[in-house]
């Protein structure tokens, strides 16, 4: 007569009682499939992260040229190209030494003063009200300023 060492038998089980269930199985691949879902709908707009860094950089720009043009009392303006070429935008009127950026990093944005050819940026420390619209694809983000306070994302113009 055999033995058998506690916890271990040597009987068989009974049909599918050693698996899971085709439900137990159809939930975990549901479950599954809805967390990947929601982590896909978390994840942020790669267009519009683009646009906002470019946005935020073009800020920064046009400050430092804003700061450059109080500092040497001249008069400087901010042209995007309308004609793709090898600037994306121009500084009017910084001395050669102030070296600032003329390409967006991404290089389908584009840009266009609203109710003007170009943003004038000093050499008044109040410049007036200015509007600019970034595009990217079907993206859109506008800059403004008051004319006293910085350039800073602003609500968009119908």
Do not use: N
Not at 8 to 18: I, N, Y
Not at 139 to 145: D, F, I, Q, Y
């Amino acid at each position: 007569m055999p033995t058998s060492a506690p916890g271990s038998s040597s009987a068989r089980r009974p049909p599918g009682a050693g698996g899971f269930t085709l439900i137990e199985l159809m939930i975990v691949v549901m479950l599954v499939a809805l967390t990947a879902g929601l982590v896909s709908l978390a994840l942020p707009d790669p267009t519009q992260s683009r646009l906002e860094h470019e946005g935020a950089r073009l800020a920064a720009l046009l400050e430092s040229a804003r700061a450059e043009a109080r500092a040497s009392g001249l008069a400087v303006a901010w042209v995007p190209a309308s004609v793709p070429g090898d600037d994306d935008f121009t500084f009017v009127g910084l001395p050669p030494s102030a070296k600032l950026p003329t390409q967006w990093l991404d290089r389908r944005v584009s840009a266009e003063v609203i109710g003007a050819r170009s943003l004038q940026l000093g050499p008044d420390a109040i410049i007036g009200a200015q509007h600019l619209r970034l595009r990217l694809d079907e993206r859109r983000l506008e800059l403004a300023t008051d004319g006293l306070g910085p350039f800073a994302v602003a609500a968009p113009t119908p």
